[in-house]
């Protein structure tokens, strides 16, 4: 199970250490414990629905969590991390719509959400889902008698999260306790982590790469804080405080190398997209006793490769992500065999941490298995020294005169030339060559030294026809440059997007 005992086994042992903290509120080790009884206590107490399709105990029930980074999702959260209860995990930052369409499918036993958000309340009220706002009616939960431990099983669900949704709806899938107990202990010795790992994590608790590190920091017993939505100087504060471990993705790690160099941060985990070589450099001079750890995964596969940062060296090349991360093989492979090194292909991971599938059909997903080994759809190549490059999406590829181009071979390219922090490349459709190939960046650079550079290293036909600059990247919930938004800037010829001089 995610923490098991780990709960119970700090709150009994360093019972006024700090356990987490967000906005104006912070419990200790031995008050979260409390509070998680008492909320087990109190979903134990609703009625539960049959749901084919998750692996959940008798006690346990399934609760829906729509409250974005308000303070009550940190004992919400810990409950289905340590308890037999099981969180629907939603962003609150999706349309109303799509969080109605997800209460719709799975129906959970009990709803705990903002009272804001009323359209989301009726709806639940429609379907028979309680309803309870966290600002109002979650005190009267908490003085629930506390519940005695119930045996928890490692295939029961805990979690059912969901895919980023950056090109496609999103898609909810479960996690079991196990996956992550497996997971917890490969990230515990692979980032060097221990108690006194005291953790920011300034993103979305929706995010994966956040939500895990709630998990993380508390297995180990360390300070997790986050914040109520990102702001760069209230960040910057907190990580010249206690803080020694910042857990965020490049777009906000990026916004906090703009502030003054924090020296007593000792580590900086980061993950959601390719790390740039500008931005690597500056957060070496921002955090110049930290060891970066960037790891790429998926939501569905868990982590598939790790590359280690200190102040001058890299356990990887740049244009990699890293070598497979422990305890995962990786398998580069094209219609069911495994493909020659170097030769590019759809990447599978083998390993504990891949889920076993979608909770609803989707024919479409990138997500699938082949024996033992599962994919998203990412294509990749291993290099000689058996580190992993990624080259785009299955259905991301551009096909532009008939020459097929995977965008992200182009992108890190891009990244490596000075001057430019960021590159996404499009495929707009073209009249005659079928789709454009056109650059949007970050950063400050020449169309001649752009494309000066690219010729070094890439064959003509990859060099983009047209490149843009713009101020900074529209960004999806988890962080990550929000094509679709992009791609419509590119049709409306929309201001923001300024082509590079000559």
């Known amino acids: 199970m995610p923490l098991g005992t780990s709960l119970e086994t700090h709150a009994?042992?360093?019972?006024?250490?700090?356990?987490?903290?967000?906005?104006?509120?912070?419990?200790?080790?031995?008050?979260l414990h409390a509070q998680t009884a008492r909320l087990d206590a109190a979903l134990r107490a609703l009625p539960r629905r049959d749901r084919p399709g998750l692996t959940l105990p008798a006690p346990a029930r399934l609760f829906a969590l729509t409250t974005g980074n308000h303070p009550a999702a940190l004992p919400l959260l810990a409950t289905a991390f340590s308890t037999p209860h099981a969180v629907q995990l939603l962003d609150a930052k999706w349309p109303e719509p799509l969080l109605i369409e997800a209460l719709e499918a799975l129906r959970p036993d009990v709803l705990f959400c903002l009272a804001g958000q009323t359209g989301l309340i009726a709806a639940a009220q429609t379907l028979a889902i309680p309803t309870v706002p966290v600002e109002t009616a979650l005190p009267d939960l908490l003085t629930s008698p506390p519940a005695a431990p119930t045996p928890r099983a490692p295939d029961q669900t805990f979690l059912?999260?969901?895919?980023s949704g950056t090109t496609s709806r999103p898609k909810p899938f479960a996690r079991s306790r196990h996956s992550w107990r497996v997971s917890l202990d490969a990230s515990r010795a692979a980032f060097g982590l221990t108690d006194?790992?005291?953790?920011?994590?300034?993103?979305?608790?929706?995010?994966?790469?956040?939500?895990?590190?709630?998990?993380?920091?508390?297995d180990n017993g360390a300070a997790f804080t986050a914040l109520p939505r990102f702001d760069a100087p209230t960040a910057s504060a907190l990580l010249k405080t206690r803080t020694r471990r910042l857990v965020a993705v490049p777009a906000l790690l990026q916004a906090l190398c703009r502030s003054a160099p924090f020296p007593s941060v000792t580590h900086i985990t980061t993950a959601g997209a390719k790390l740039a070589p500008a931005l690597l450099t500056t957060a070496r001079q921002t955090f110049p006793a930290a060891t970066l750890y960037e790891y790429y995964g998926a939501s569905e596969l868990g982590f598939l490769s790790l590359s280690r940062h200190d102040a001058k060296t890299s356990s990887a090349p740049p244009d990699s992500v890293g070598h497979p991360f422990p305890h995962v093989a990786l398998s580069i492979r094209a219609q069911g065999r495994p493909l020659p090194q170097g030769e590019t292909g759809t990447i599978f991971a083998r390993g504990d941490l891949a889920i076993?599938?979608?909770?609803?059909?989707?024919?479409?997903?990138?997500?699938?298995?082949?024996?033992?080994?599962?994919?998203?759809?990412?294509?990749?190549?291993?290099?000689?020294?058996?580190?992993?490059?990624?080259?785009?999406?299955?259905?991301?590829?551009?096909?532009?005169?008939?020459?097929?181009?995977?965008?992200?071979?182009?992108?890190?390219?891009?990244?490596?030339?000075?001057g430019i922090t960021g590159a996404v490349v499009l495929g707009p459709a073209h009249p005659t060559r079928g789709q454009d190939l056109v650059a949007l960046l970050t950063g400050e650079t020449s169309l001649a030294?752009?494309?000066a550079h690219l010729?070094?290293?890439?064959?003509?036909?990859?060099?983009?026809?047209?490149?843009y600059r713009l101020a900074a990247y529209p960004l999806t919930s988890s962080g990550k440059p929000d094509r679709r938004t992009l791609l419509a800037w590119l049709e409306q010829k929309d201001a923001r997007l300024v082509p590079l001089p000559a």
Do not use: C
């Open 12 to 31: 009994r042992l360093r019972p006024d250490a700090l356990a987490v903290r967000l906005g104006d509120t912070s419990l200790t080790y031995a008050a």
């Open 160 to 163: 059912v999260g969901y895919t």
């Open 196 to 218: 006194q790992a005291h953790t920011l994590a300034p993103g979305p608790l929706a995010h994966g790469v956040t939500l895990y590190a709630l998990a993380e920091t508390l």
């Open 356 to 418: 076993d599938g979608y909770l609803t059909a989707n024919p479409t997903s990138g997500f699938r298995r082949e024996g033992d080994w599962a994919t998203v759809g990412d294509l990749g190549r291993i290099n000689p020294d058996g580190s992993l490059t990624l080259m785009g999406r299955e259905g991301g590829m551009i096909v532009t005169a008939g020459l097929n181009i995977y965008p992200q071979e182009i992108e890190t390219a891009l990244t490596a030339l000075p």
């Open 449 to 451: 030294a752009l494309r």
């Open 455 to 467: 010729a070094r290293h890439l064959p003509h036909y990859k060099i983009p026809r047209r490149a």
